[in-house]
């Protein structure tokens, strides 16, 4: 049997205020490291939905033949 490694079981919510003390002690904010899990986790959304959106395309262009679609 295997077990999961700690960072698999381990809550962002326990890491947050580690990441904040760490932070703040090389002179940032709680409010630049709210920005940059924010644009990472926009990003991931972002990457997501464009892959969604790829795979809904080449989809449409393979199962209908005169599909006249661009793929981004």
Not at 7 to 32: C, D, H, M, Q
């Amino acid at each position: 049997m295997t077990t999961k490694h700690r960072i698999y079981t381990t809550s962002f919510a326990s890491v947050y205020p580690l990441y904040v003390a760490k932070a703040e002690k090389k002179g940032r904010t709680k409010w630049e490291v709210d920005a940059v899990i924010f644009t990472l986790h926009v990003f991931n959304r972002i990457d997501t939905i464009m892959s969604l959106v790829y795979i809904v395309r080449a989809t449409q262009s393979i199962s209908h033949p005169h599909y006249e679609g661009d793929i981004p």
